[in-house]
């Protein structure tokens, strides 16, 4: 694959800038078209898909976070000279071609293309049907950019493959594939690992889980429990389920007031076993697999547990592995909590809503990884290299 130096790389983006802003309109009646095919059953995707002027703000912002970025190619992890006098240099360096698949958002296929190209990738695009229209017109602005200063329209590609097709195409790529990033539901993620045939970095469910400590503060837990709630329900970091510490003073009465509180905000409250013995007129969830369920809705479970140990093994069990919280003003409490958390970030007093790239000071994003290898939380442009040994010698053999 061919390096490009960061002057081109920036040019490419300064022209993307360039190019959003003056099809600015064609992009959103294309976007229109999207939402007029929809059905609106599912709110929390409608969202995700709507292009408007704020949306296209922050493609735009997007593009010139990441082209004031450092370029993160070839850039120095290690160098060591042995006692031999090899040296030894390890620098950062492209994946090759990065496949994304996501549903419904268009942001992604500026976002996520803007990360991968500055990194060096080629990128390939598998867009869900619901933003064809949006999808086309954001591409063929890629494919602007490329042309204008004279490089490969294929930097950049846009896969238009149905289910079966794209079933196909993951277990025999008709060209080298390195890495994979599904954007999107339990389903999606489920169908790429099962047919792959090269490295998936998930990014996972949210399903996050927030723990109310007897020690905790009550007004700053109601104000952190409804950001998380209800602030953007479509998002990965939006919470799901609260676990209320018995021990909590006055728990009968506080949880009551949670409920009401929440009931009020237009959200549902489930209750569990244990806190239907105060919520009563709650409707007890079905069954275990409600822990395990990202709602994107206004809906939570209240939870009550007798203790931390207990909220810290139903986090661990249930949780997508996204975020999680622990509200409480001893702070040895949150630090044993947050360190036996198996989270990708567990938050002390503050809501879930921040596990975001620009909120964390990464920058614009390609998504929130749950798991371990290679990157754990928010792919930022520095996670998007991969690395490579330099070995240099002079006629060095082993012996």
């Known amino acids: ?160 493959l149905n289910r079966e097709e794209t079933q196909e195409f993951l277990r025999n790529p008709d060209q080298p594939l390195d890495l994979i990033v599904p954007r999107g539901g339990e389903r999606l993620i489920a169908f790429v690992k099962q047919h792959a045939q090269c490295a998936v970095l998930v990014s996972g469910r949210g399903n996050n889980f927030l723990y109310v400590h007897p020690e905790a503060d009550w007004k700053k837990t109601v104000e952190v429990i409804i950001n998380a709630k209800t602030d953007k329900i479509s998002g990965c970091n939006a919470l799901d389920k609260v676990l209320v510490d018995k021990n909590l003073p006055s728990y009968e009465s506080r949880i009551q007031e949670l409920k009401d509180i929440l009931e009020a905000k237009g959200v549902e409250v489930l209750a569990d076993a244990k806190s239907k013995e105060v919520l009563s007129s709650n409707t007890e969830i079905p069954n275990e697999d409600t822990w395990y369920e990202e709602f994107l809705a206004m809906k939570i479970v209240l939870g009550a547990v007798d203790n931390i140990d207990e909220a810290i093994a139903k986090i661990n069990t249930y949780s997508g592995g996204h975020s999680s919280a622990i509200l409480t003003e001893n702070t040895e409490v949150a630090q044993f909590f947050m360190e036996n958390i198996d989270t990708a970030a567990v938050y002390h007093n503050a809501s879930t809503r921040f596990t975001d790239g620009g909120q964390m000071g990464v920058g614009a994003e390609l998504a929130i990884s749950t798991d371990k290898l290679h990157h754990r939380g928010p792919l930022g442009l520095k996670q998007l290299v991969t690395n490579k040994y330099y070995v240099y010698g002079d006629g060095h053999v082993r012996v």
């Open 1 to 160: 694959m061919q390096l490009l130096n960061t002057d081109i790389k920036n040019k490419v983006l300064d022209s993307m800038i360039t190019i959003i802003g003056q099809r600015k309109a064609e992009i959103l009646e294309a976007n229109k078209k999207d939402l007029e095919a929809f059905n609106r059953d599912d709110q929390a995707l409608y969202d995700r898909l709507v292009v408007n002027d704020k949306k296209i703000e922050g493609m735009i912002q997007a593009i010139q976070e990441v082209r004031d970025q450092e370029d993160p190619v070839s850039q120095e992890i290690s160098n060591v000279t042995l006692d031999s006098g090899l040296n030894i240099v390890n620098k950062t360096a492209p994946f090759g071609t990065i496949l994304i698949i996501y549903e419904s958002r268009p942001d992604v296929t500026i976002e996520a293309a803007v990360l991968a190209f500055k990194a060096n990738n080629k990128i390939l695009l598998k867009g869900g049907k619901e933003a064809y229209n949006s999808n086309v017109v954001l591409v063929d602005c890629w494919k602007q950019a490329l042309r204008e200063n004279n490089l490969d329209e294929d930097w950049i590609t846009m896969l238009q």
